[in-house]
């Protein structure tokens, strides 16, 4: 028989169960720092998901009730989870059948030392006449949140006063308008999870580029690390170019209707 669902008080309880899985956001649940931690025991979890946004990591003994739960909080229709293995990956696609896309994404190297900040600056000042990059403020955070393509750069810091405690980012504006941006998705002891995105009209002009670097380099200045997890080989690419190296691809699993 399952076993009910619930948030734990404490969710460094369930940290053996993630062991050796190296995702930022993963460390922002067990961290307390943001997402939650939910499992099947709050003393001895065997099963445990960690929720944070638009991501579920589901790790321990495969349970169906942890693969097709939905807390309360989350109050999206969309969720990317990543099972620990092959029979969490079963067990998802038994809980949600076609609502479930399987997707590759792609991790890439936490390594101290791989960034050229004379290159990176050289980046970070290449910007189309028009263009110029400004530290997210609180209108910029706002005008973010206002617009589908852009929300995911701040949206989830519940106000601009967790985002300026916790969080960082650049905005590429133009005629004041944000183009691109480059922020934190989530944070972490240590760290920030890079978000970057650019609507579509500013595309193919070297916006998030300049945008990621400028981030980067703020990040090593703060003595922070800029994670990156790439969703396509578009965006390895651009990690690359920014002085990431490949890690390895994994399965996850787009849930639509969620």
């Known amino acids: ?15 053996a169960l993630f062991a050796g899985w190296e995702e930022t956001v993963i460390w922002s649940c067990l961290q307390g720092i943001m997402g939650n931690i939910y499992g099947d025991c709050q003393k001895n979890p065997l099963s445990a998901a960690a929720i944070l946004g638009d991501f579920c990591f589901l790790a321990g003994e495969p349970s169906r009730s942890l693969a097709s739960y939905k807390p309360k909080e ?12 092959e029979q969490w990956g079963q067990m998802i696609r038994e809980c949600w059948g076609g609502k479930a896309k399987e997707v590759t994404r792609y991790a890439l190297k936490k390594e101290q030392n791989n960034f050229d900040k ?3 600056h050289k980046m970070a000042v290449n910007l189309p006449d028009g263009y110029e990059i400004k530290p997210i403020t609180q209108d910029l955070y706002e005008q973010c949140k206002e617009m589908e393509w852009s929300r995911d750069l701040v949206g989830q810091y519940k106000s601009f006063a967790e985002y300026e405690s916790l969080g960082l980012g650049f905005a590429v504006i133009k005629d004041s308008k944000v183009a691109a941006g480059a922020s934190s998705y989530s944070s972490y002891k ?10 579509m009209e500013h595309r193919r002009k070297g916006l998030a580029r300049a945008c990621g670097a400028t981030l980067i380099l703020e990040c090593l200045k703060r003595c922070i ?20 190296h490949p890690d390895h691809p994994y399965p996850a699993y787009e849930i639509s209707d969620y």
Do not use: H
Not at 1 to 15: F, Y
Not at 190 to 199: F, L, V
């Open 1 to 15: 028989m399952e076993k009910c669902i619930e948030r734990l008080q404490k969710p460094e309880r369930a940290s």
């Open 190 to 199: 240590g760290g920030i999870e890079i978000q970057i995105d650019t609507q």
């Open 225 to 244: 690390y800029p994670s990156w997890d790439a969703q396509n080989p578009e965006s390895v690419a651009l990690a690359e170019q920014l002085g990431y």
């Open 118 to 120: 004379k290159k990176l």
């Open 74 to 85: 989350s109050k999206q229709n969309f969720m990317i989870m990543v099972p620990q293995n």
